[in-house]
C-alpha cells in the first residue's frame, strides 16, 4: 500500500546501491560478450580456407592453404619408405606418383572437398583437407 502511497505522490522508486552495481555489471558483461563475438566474427568472415594436412606416420609435415595457390606445381614427399609426388592446384590436391606397389594414392584423385582422405599406407603418408566451409568435415570430426 505504501507502494501506491509513493507512486501517487509522485516519488520515483530508487534503487538500492547492491541493485545498482547489480545491473551495471550485466550490462558490461553484455557489452563485453558482444565485443567478444564480432571480433571472433570478423576473424571468421575473413574468407573460405581450405587446408591440405600432409602427414607422414602421424606426423604433420606440412599444411598448404589451398585458396592461396594461383598456379599448380608439383612436390615431392620422399621418406624411408618411399616417395610421393603430389600436384597442389588453386582448390585441390593429388597424388600423382608413387612408388608405391598397389597405387590406390594415386588412382584416389584428386581431393577437392572434406571427407575420405588420400592414404599410401605402404608409405605412411595421409592427406586430409580441413575447411570452413558450411556442411564440410573437418579433419577432426572425420
Excluded: W
Aim: hydrophobic residues 40%.
Amino acid at each position: 500500500m505504501s507502494v501506491k502511497h509513493d507512486l501517487q505522490l509522485g516519488k520515483a522508486l530508487v534503487p538500492s546501491k547492491r541493485e545498482a552495481l547489480f545491473v551495471v555489471s550485466i550490462l558490461l558483461a553484455a557489452l563485453a560478450l558482444y565485443g567478444a563475438m564480432n571480433v571472433a566474427r570478423s576473424q571468421f568472415a575473413q574468407g573460405e580456407y581450405m587446408i591440405a594436412r600432409i602427414s607422414v606416420d602421424g606426423t604433420v609435415v606440412e599444411e598448404i592453404d589451398l585458396q592461396a595457390v594461383t598456379e599448380t606445381y608439383t612436390q615431392e614427399i620422399r621418406t624411408e619408405h618411399g616417395y610421393n609426388l603430389l600436384e597442389i592446384s588453386p582448390g585441390a590436391i593429388a597424388v600423382i606418383q608413387a612408388d608405391c606397389p598397389d597405387q590406390v594414392c594415386v588412382h584416389q584423385g584428386r581431393l577437392e572437398t572434406t571427407g575420405a582422405p588420400i592414404a599410401c599406407v605402404p608409405h605412411g603418408l595421409s592427406i586430409v583437407l580441413i575447411s570452413n566451409k558450411e556442411g564440410g568435415l573437418d579433419g577432426t570430426t572425420q
